[in-house]
């Protein structure tokens, strides 16, 4: 199998989590949304940890030693071939958590999941975070439902790689990391990275972007994308993207 530089995650020094996480902003939707009590005794367990480029938080096969509430950035879901060659089939983001299959109560991943963009995560340990969760009702059917929303992901990604074309797909990527990231940044994302995202070749994913640029929905130059139509990429992007958001909003609606 082919090896990717990566690196793995950095250590913070960081006091007992608080209220804040030791005046770190939560920015995590599955944090921000447990009652006090729980959140009180969670944050006792949690470490705020940087998260770089490449940063490797899950790997196929390998005991999950920690958990990852994400804070900003986003982490890549990818299933890996014999070969080396890979294909994302989820994504993270502040929305969420890096290592679900510890919620079903297994301890080795099926994925890896790598950071693609840089960002934070408060992280917890499989130990602590089986704990919590049978302390915490709220906390496990948060982390139930986020199992739900990935797998949701990885059907969806299964049928538009399959039946799509690849500017539909770039664009469905798109408009979910930006869903994810909140903001129109700038993401550093060369051609080989988006190959990977995307299972395809990389002259493929030239064109592609070519087609998204000249329709003037985004500005692709020197390894980075920025979206500059939201409006135009939901226009040309496949049906996946609104199925997707559609059944989200179900289950939002269910559980509010």
Wanted: proline share 4%; with cysteine; net charge positive.
């Amino acid at each position: 199998m082919a090896h990717t530089s990566v690196h793995r995650p950095k250590k913070s020094v960081t006091k007992p989590a608080v209220n804040g996480i030791n005046g770190q902003q939560v920015q995590n939707k599955i944090l921000l949304s447990l009652p006090k009590r729980e959140r009180a005794a969670l944050f006792l367990k949690l470490t705020f940890v940087s998260l770089p480029i490449r940063t490797v938080l899950n790997q196929i096969g390998e005991p999950i030693e920690f958990g990852y509430f994400v804070n900003d950035g986003l982490a890549s879901v990818r299933s890996i071939m014999g070969d080396g060659k890979s294909v994302e089939v989820g994504l993270c983001g502040k929305e969420g958590f890096v290592g679900v299959p510890l919620v079903a109560g297994f301890s080795t991943s099926p994925t890896r999941v790598i950071v693609q963009v840089a960002g934070s995560a408060f992280r917890v340990s499989a130990k602590d975070l089986l704990a919590a969760a049978r302390k915490c009702p709220e906390l496990a059917n948060a982390l139930q439902r986020f199992t739900q929303e990935l797998g949701l992901q990885s059907s969806q990604a299964a049928a538009c790689n399959r039946l799509h074309e690849v500017d539909e797909r770039l664009a469905r990527w798109l408009l979910m990391s930006q869903d994810r990231l909140g903001s129109d940044d700038v993401v550093p994302l060369t051609q080989e990275f988006l190959a990977h995202i995307l299972g395809t070749r990389r002259a493929s994913v030239t064109v592609a972007a070519g087609m998204l640029q000249k329709a003037g929905l985004i500005t692709y130059k020197r390894g980075a994308v920025k979206v500059e139509s939201r409006p135009g990429l939901e226009d040309a992007t496949c049906e996946c993207y609104g199925i997707m958001t559609e059944q989200m909003k179900k289950w939002q609606a269910e559980t509010s």
